[in-house]
């Protein structure tokens, strides 16, 4: 008697787990059937030239602004890769909403929550301008601003755009320099006022918040997976 009653416990449990992981999951999209980046999803930005995905960790730089530095990785499976994609300070992107093309956006580290900022120091490597990850719990300054420049009204998912730099009109750039340790085979990630193909990026592996979605999510209690 006492093992079904034990029994029944454990399937209640495993079923209300179930259904708690599904009715969070109908919240976001996992699939492709949304075919445009909106704002509060959480992403992966793959350079298409050098095939290596925007990254981040509490590594700071030796020379420059000593902020946490921001490289790019050939791990697919690395959580520090995952950036949300974020309204500015000064223009609230509701959950959901499309970004447009030539808006402002703000992509915040979501490991770290620090924003992807850029300046005018000299990288470490190539000397072209710094790109770092400033900023606490999501709030940094107007140099964490980028505008997202692409072809159409939105920015496609399966579509290659730029990131241009707000303040400095420098492009978020890759240009293959490798670190050595600690962080030994990672690129240098910078910003290049020069339009060239190792300006490019692409969304990739990540949770695209859907359209019709209003109010604040935490995803935090999910557990881990690679899309």
């Not at 670190?179 to 085979?185: K, L, N, V």
């Not at 006022?193 to 918040?209: L, N, P, R, V």
Request: net charge neutral.
């Amino acid at each position: 008697m006492k093992a079904t009653i034990m029994e029944n416990c454990a399937l209640s449990l495993a079923s209300l787990w179930v259904s708690v992981l599904l009715s969070s999951m109908c919240h976001f999209s996992l699939g492709s059937e949304i075919r445009f980046v909106t704002c509060g999803s959480v992403v992966k930005l793959l350079n298409v030239k050098h095939n290596v995905r925007l990254h981040s960790h509490d590594v700071r730089y030796g020379s420059g602004s000593g902020q946490q530095s921001v490289t790019g990785v050939t791990t697919v499976e690395d959580s520090n890769s995952y950036w949300s994609v974020r309204g500015t300070s000064g223009a609230v992107c509701h959950r959901g909403t499309p970004v447009k093309c030539g808006q402002n956006i703000r992509l915040t580290h979501v490991n770290t929550g620090r924003n992807l900022h850029s300046h005018y120091f000299a990288s470490p490597l190539s000397s072209n301008q710094e790109v770092s990850a400033f900023g606490e719990e999501g709030e940094g300054d107007n140099l964490d601003e980028w505008t997202v420049l692409c072809g159409g009204s939105t920015w496609q998912r399966d579509e290659s755009v730029r990131f241009r730099h707000t303040a400095t009109d420098a492009l978020l750039s890759v240009t293959g320099e490798q670190y050595g340790r600690p962080i030994h085979g990672q690129r240098e990630v910078h910003a290049m006022t020069s339009t060239s193909q190792h300006s490019y990026w692409k969304a990739m592996e990540g949770i695209f918040m859907k359209p019709s979605e209003t109010g604040p999510r935490d995803f935090s209690s999910l557990p881990h997976t690679e899309f």
